[in-house]
């Protein structure tokens, strides 16, 4: 199977089915039909996947449960994962991402301000078309793009380094192995 899609009145999803699915949405990916009505779904990640494209979008403020345990790093696309997104607070700053994630409207509409300047984003050197768009995420608080910062500190480690860091008060950068401050 490839593509699972829970439209309708579902109020809450029990278990994930272990059919192999590739994608689960948890709404019609076009954002015509959605689950207005879901409060929770399982706390374990649905098995196998390899795609969260527009899972959470549309969810509203009666979506209840929290995906920041879930493991990110094998997922390749991440494309409008929560946009128009309104449900409870998903603290996403530590994720681990794929190397070759797509991100293309991941945050689009996004109801929450999030900090995701310690995203590892080295082969995403720029901002993936309309990631956080109409969002409430803060310019300061999105990823380096093309960077890999250490977590927890101002420094950044690769060539594409962002001056900035993770953008707050007077960041040091390390490029090449030199230091240089904002």
Same mark, same amino acid.
């Given at each position: 199977?490839?593509?699972?899609?829970?439209?309708?009145?579902?109020?809450?999803?029990?278990?994930?089915?272990?059919?192999?699915?590739?994608?689960?949405?948890?709404?019609?990916?076009?954002?015509?039909? #959605?689950?207005?009505?879901?409060?929770?779904?399982?706390?374990?990640?649905?098995?196998?996947?390899? $795609?969260?494209?527009?899972?959470?979008?549309?969810?509203?403020?009666?979506?209840?449960?929290?995906?920041?345990?879930?493991?990110?790093?094998?997922?390749?696309?991440?494309?409008?994962?929560?946009?128009?997104?309104?449900?409870?607070?998903?603290?996403?700053?530590?994720?681990?991402?794929?190397?070759?994630?797509?991100?293309?409207? #991941?945050?689009?509409?996004?109801?929450?301000?999030?900090?995701?300047?310690?995203?590892?984003?080295?082969?995403?050197?720029?901002?993936?078309?309309?990631?956080?768009?109409?969002?409430?995420?803060?310019?300061?608080?999105?990823?380096?793009?093309?960077?890999?910062?250490?977590?927890? $500190?101002?420094?950044?480690?690769?060539?594409?380094?962002?001056?900035?860091?993770?953008?707050?008060?007077?960041?040091?950068?390390?490029?090449?192995?030199?230091?240089?401050?904002?």
């Amino acid at each position: 199977y490839e593509e699972l899609s829970f439209i309708g009145n579902v109020g809450k999803v029990v278990s994930w089915p272990t059919h192999g699915f590739k994608t689960i949405r948890l709404a019609a990916e076009d954002g015509s039909e #959605m689950l207005t009505a879901l409060t929770s779904i399982p706390s374990a990640r649905p098995p196998n996947l390899e $795609s969260l494209s527009a899972m959470f979008a549309n969810l509203g403020p009666q979506f209840i449960t929290t995906v920041d345990h879930w493991d990110f790093s094998d997922i390749v696309d991440l494309s409008g994962a929560f946009s128009s997104y309104t449900g409870i607070y998903q603290n996403l700053e530590h994720i681990q991402l794929h190397p070759h994630v797509k991100l293309g409207y #991941m945050f689009a509409g996004y109801g929450h301000d999030v900090d995701l300047t310690e995203w590892c984003v080295t082969s995403t050197t720029e901002e993936p078309y309309g990631f956080a768009d109409n969002s409430k995420i803060g310019k300061y608080n999105l990823p380096a793009w093309g960077t890999c910062p250490v977590p927890g $500190s101002t420094n950044v480690s690769t060539p594409y380094a962002h001056l900035g860091g993770n953008r707050q008060n007077s960041p040091t950068v390390t490029i090449y192995g030199s230091e240089e401050a904002n």
